[in-house]
């Protein structure tokens, strides 16, 4: 195959400005697959739960404990009042998607563990609504309270089954599933969500008593309904809103919100409403950064193509005699030009091939730490096949130019004279220089906005001074709610020899993306 010999030559003629386009070239690839994969898990985030389009959480908006408020719960009266009174509702369920920390134990693990669980309503309709998958056990045993659910990770990583029990694990004098105590038993095992879904971060969720199903004061429910089919949304905000009022008036419950709306499950991780005071929804996303991040791993393998035509225009040169020479001894040209793309399509597998081989030492290395998605191909082999389509578009239109260039002159001046000193070839080596110029500064500009972007990130004020301040998880049973005496000793140990000027302990995530503040001033 002539395209396979004419790359044979350039590369053994010109080994280094070859092979380091192919480098160049595959590194743009990896790249850009890195950071579409990024984008992917952002903007499908939870959109894989079953019906997330239909399904949605009631909020609402009006007055709570005195002043206004975006309020993401509702109080078990709202919710059964819902289940009873309000149409177009194909479904009720309530659950925390995000999930609480809690600490535990088993009695293969007394020494204890960090959990997230999730206690919810309905647990028929809740699961079904989600698309729970239970691979072992039943849902009829969740109904009773204490009863548990885990996923197959946590069960696995713990030991689970069937029967299993989960207890607290405060310290020594509390004794090991205590019935005075926290308990749960494990009748069912669910799969596990795809990544980039919330309920993927639950290890297990439990069941609420039927306890005070009328009462309108405590507001600790998050409630999705899932609608019916032909019903939107926004007829059945006006309708809930209508019902509530009347009900709260009917109750004497006239300080409760007056308004309320729902949001989209597919839609709440990037259009929650600003303002939500207590307990989000779920993970939240700035659209303008994700879009932001696909643009720039657009432009990234964009500008790699270019540089690929500047490579490929500065061979003209070299292979102007040899084609032409090929035309007089009778070659086709469109036979001259088909080369000239098949060519660009083995310099691409060669870049794919050398992508491959960097995105596998990325995936296998520390590096994997940075993304929040997995990198692996193997995972993720419609975003790297959807890459490659792309570079194989880009590939030939940038031969298209070229193609034609190199056959445009004729035979005879190829043949009688120098090209590379020709007023033509001086022309082209002019553009080719600017050309040049130009896209490496382009590279420079787009490195730049990255830079800063993530220095912006890296340095945004998050209400303290964080400098010379390091966070350590430590065991939970050891420095939990009753360690008090561990906690003293480990601090006074930190303290010694004027390296520490203080030390604090928090019960969950020194920064969290919720926190939980009625009543307090912080």
């Given at each position: 195959?002539?395209?396979?010999?004419?790359?044979?030559?350039?590369?053994?003629?010109m080994p280094?400005?070859?092979?380091?386009?192919?480098?160049?070239?595959a590194?743009?690839?990896?790249?850009?697959?890195?950071?579409?994969?990024?984008?992917?898990?952002?903007?499908?985030?939870?959109?894989?739960?079953?019906?997330?389009?239909?399904?949605a959480l009631i909020?609402?908006?009006g007055d709570?404990?005195?002043?206004?408020?975006?309020?993401?719960?509702?109080?078990?009266?709202?919710?059964?009042?819902?289940?009873?009174?309000v149409?177009?509702?194909?479904?009720?369920?309530?659950?925390?998607?995000?999930?609480?920390?809690r600490?535990?134990?088993?009695e293969?693990?007394?020494?204890g563990?960090?959990f997230?669980?999730?206690?919810?309503?309905?647990?028929?309709?809740?699961?079904?609504?989600?698309?729970?998958?239970?691979?072992?056990?039943?849902?009829?045993?969740?109904?009773?309270?204490?009863?548990?659910?885990?996923?197959?990770?946590?069960?696995?990583?713990?030991n689970l089954?069937?029967?299993?029990?989960i207890?607290?694990?405060?310290?020594e004098?509390?004794?090991?599933?205590?019935?005075?105590?926290?308990?749960?038993?494990?009748t069912?095992?669910?799969?596990?969500?795809p990544?980039?879904?919330?309920?993927?971060?639950?290890?297990?969720?439990?069941f609420?008593?039927?306890?005070?199903?009328?009462?309108?004061?405590?507001?600790n429910?998050?409630?999705?309904?899932?609608?019916?089919?032909g019903?939107?949304f926004?007829?059945?905000d006006?309708?809930?809103?209508?019902?509530?009022v009347?009900?709260q008036?009917?109750?004497g419950?006239?300080?409760?919100?007056?308004?309320?709306?729902?949001?989209?499950?597919?839609?709440?991780y990037?259009?929650?409403?600003?303002?939500?005071k207590?307990?989000?929804?779920?993970?939240?996303?700035?659209?303008?950064t994700?879009?932001?991040?696909?643009?720039i791993?657009?432009?990234l393998?964009l500008?790699?193509?270019?540089?690929?035509l500047?490579?490929?225009?500065?061979?003209?040169p070299?292979?102007?005699?040899?084609?032409?020479?090929?035309?007089?001894?009778?070659?086709?040209?469109?036979?001259?030009?088909?080369?000239?793309?098949?060519?660009s399509?083995?310099?691409?597998?060669?870049?794919?091939?050398?992508?491959?081989?960097?995105?596998?030492?990325?995936a296998k290395?520390?590096?994997s730490?940075?993304?929040?998605?997995?990198?692996?191909?193997?995972?993720q082999?419609g975003?790297?096949?959807?890459?490659?389509?792309?570079?194989?578009?880009?590939?030939?239109?940038?031969s298209?130019?070229?193609m034609?260039?190199?056959?445009?002159?004729s035979?005879?001046?190829?043949?009688?004279?120098?090209?590379a000193?020709?007023?033509?070839?001086?022309?082209?080596?002019?553009v080719?220089?600017?050309?040049?110029f130009?896209?490496?500064?382009?590279?420079?500009?787009?490195a730049?906005?990255?830079?800063?972007?993530?220095r912006?990130?890296l340095?945004?004020?998050?209400?303290?001074?964080?400098e010379?301040?390091?966070?350590?998880?430590?065991?939970w049973?050891?420095?939990?709610l009753?360690?008090?005496?561990?906690?003293?000793?480990?601090?006074?140990?930190?303290?010694?020899?004027?390296y520490v000027?203080?030390?604090?302990?928090?019960?969950?995530?020194?920064?969290?993306?919720?926190?939980?503040?009625?009543?307090?001033?912080?």
């Amino acid at each position: 195959m002539k395209a396979l010999r004419n790359l044979y030559i350039t590369l053994r003629s010109m080994p280094v400005v070859t092979g380091l386009n192919i480098f160049g070239l595959a590194v743009a690839i990896s790249v850009a697959y890195m950071i579409f994969v990024q984008v992917n898990h952002e903007l499908s985030f939870n959109k894989g739960i079953k019906d997330a389009a239909r399904t949605a959480l009631i909020i609402s908006d009006g007055d709570f404990m005195g002043e206004r408020t975006i309020n993401t719960n509702m109080s078990r009266g709202a919710v059964e009042f819902i289940r009873n009174s309000v149409p177009m509702v194909e479904k009720v369920g309530s659950i925390n998607i995000l999930g609480d920390r809690r600490g535990g134990c088993t009695e293969d693990n007394p020494e204890g563990f960090l959990f997230n669980v999730s206690n919810i309503l309905f647990p028929a309709s809740t699961l079904e609504m989600f698309g729970f998958e239970l691979v072992d056990g039943d849902t009829a045993s969740l109904a009773t309270y204490g009863n548990m659910a885990v996923s197959e990770s946590f069960a696995r990583r713990h030991n689970l089954k069937l029967g299993s029990r989960i207890g607290h694990t405060y310290n020594e004098e509390i004794p090991l599933f205590n019935e005075a105590y926290w308990k749960g038993t494990v009748t069912a095992i669910y799969r596990d969500f795809p990544e980039n879904c919330d309920l993927a971060t639950l290890d297990a969720i439990g069941f609420f008593d039927r306890n005070n199903l009328g009462d309108w004061s405590n507001w600790n429910f998050q409630v999705y309904v899932k609608l019916a089919d032909g019903c939107t949304f926004a007829e059945f905000d006006s309708l809930l809103t209508k019902l509530f009022v009347a009900e709260q008036a009917r109750i004497g419950r006239d300080n409760d919100p007056k308004r309320y709306f729902t949001v989209p499950v597919s839609e709440l991780y990037y259009n929650q409403p600003d303002g939500i005071k207590y307990n989000l929804p779920s993970s939240k996303g700035d659209l303008a950064t994700t879009l932001s991040l696909a643009a720039i791993a657009a432009v990234l393998l964009l500008l790699a193509f270019v540089n690929y035509l500047n490579y490929v225009m500065s061979l003209i040169p070299m292979r102007m005699r040899s084609v032409n020479t090929q035309r007089i001894v009778g070659a086709h040209v469109a036979s001259l030009r088909l080369d000239f793309i098949v060519e660009s399509f083995l310099f691409l597998a060669a870049a794919v091939v050398v992508a491959l081989f960097i995105i596998g030492l990325v995936a296998k290395s520390s590096l994997s730490s940075l993304f929040i998605a997995t990198v692996d191909v193997v995972e993720q082999g419609g975003i790297m096949l959807a890459i490659i389509v792309a570079a194989m578009i880009l590939a030939f239109a940038v031969s298209l130019y070229p193609m034609w260039y190199i056959t445009s002159f004729s035979p005879s001046f190829s043949l009688g004279g120098n090209f590379a000193r020709s007023r033509k070839g001086v022309t082209l080596r002019t553009v080719l220089v600017g050309m040049q110029f130009f896209v490496s500064f382009l590279l420079v500009i787009v490195a730049l906005f990255i830079w800063l972007q993530n220095r912006y990130l890296l340095s945004a004020d998050i209400g303290f001074e964080r400098e010379h301040l390091l966070t350590v998880e430590l065991p939970w049973k050891q420095y939990s709610l009753y360690g008090q005496t561990s906690r003293d000793e480990l601090t006074a140990k930190l303290m010694q020899g004027g390296y520490v000027k203080d030390v604090a302990f928090s019960n969950g995530d020194f920064i969290a993306n919720k926190r939980w503040t009625v009543g307090r001033t912080i």
